[in-house]
């Protein structure tokens, strides 16, 4: 596609609640990121795959929060039972890396704000 | 990973006038990428510094990349209203990884 498309733009789930939250990142591109940005703040990294393997997931703030990308394109992030405290834009970023020179330039859809009543 | 600290918090001019943010890290730094995200937008690529004292320029942008590799630097000439937004400096979260940590951001108003 275009450029990384995210679903749905926005979510209002009640407290308790499960989500998924889609990520199409563009095509060809091999590694996708999970990012959680709360309002005023910059991005809180959450999780790194490169193709299907989760190589980092360090960022993710509790058991709850679980990401995959079963065929290493689209991915998504699932969050369950939802706290007020998960109301945040999450953002979703794609690149492909070029090793030498090192260009990771990342590419952001346009995010799903979730908001958690 | 460490976190980047970003100076000032938020920054308020006159249209025209110029405008610097700083990027600084404790620990030194094999590349610093910079972001804008307007209000309401996503964060947008703008520049990877890998070199030890690299200037690079994009138009009225101009992004330095210190001799230690701990600090960083976009100074923006006679800014316009089009340049409002928050600048983000962003850090590897590893040493040569793709997988970034960004600091807070410096939020730019530009006024007419």
């Known amino acids: 596609g275009a450029g990384v498309s995210q679903s749905p733009r926005y979510k209002v789930a009640k407290r308790g609640q499960d989500v998924a939250l889609r990520c199409d990142p563009i095509?060809?591109?091999?590694?996708l990121f999970w990012y959680q940005q709360a309002l005023g703040q910059g991005p809180e990294f959450l999780t790194y795959?490169?193709?299907?393997?989760?190589?980092?997931k360090s960022g993710l703030p509790s058991d709850r929060f679980f990401a995959e990308r079963p065929e290493g394109s689209v991915s998504t992030l699932k969050i369950q039972r939802t706290q007020q405290e998960d109301s945040a834009v999450y953002l979703c970023?794609?690149?492909?890396?070029?090793?030498?020179?090192?260009?990771?330039?990342?590419?952001f859809g346009q995010g799903t704000r979730l908001t958690v009543v | 990973g460490q976190q980047v600290m970003q100076i000032p918090q938020y920054q308020h001019v006159q249209e025209g006038e110029d405008f610097t943010t700083y990027c600084n890290s404790s620990?030194?730094?094999?590349?610093i990428q910079w972001y804008k995200q307007r209000p309401g937008g996503h964060p947008v690529f703008l520049i990877q510094?890998?070199?030890?004292?690299e200037v690079k320029k994009q138009k009225r942008l101009t992004f330095q990349f210190g001799e230690a590799k701990k600090n960083s630097s976009l100074h923006i000439t006679a800014t316009q209203t089009t340049d409002v937004g928050t600048y983000f400096c962003?850090?590897?979260?590893?040493?040569?990884?793709?997988?970034?940590?960004f600091g807070p951001g410096t939020r730019l108003s530009v006024l007419p």
């Open positions: 095509s060809g591109h091999v590694s």
């Open positions: 970023a794609s690149s492909y890396l070029v090793p030498i020179p090192p260009n990771t330039e990342a590419f």
């Open positions: 962003a850090r590897p979260r590893d040493n040569y990884g793709q997988n970034f940590v």
């Open positions: 510094l890998v070199k030890s004292g």
């Open positions: 620990t030194t730094l094999s590349n």
């Open positions: 795959f490169q193709n299907e393997a989760q190589l980092d």
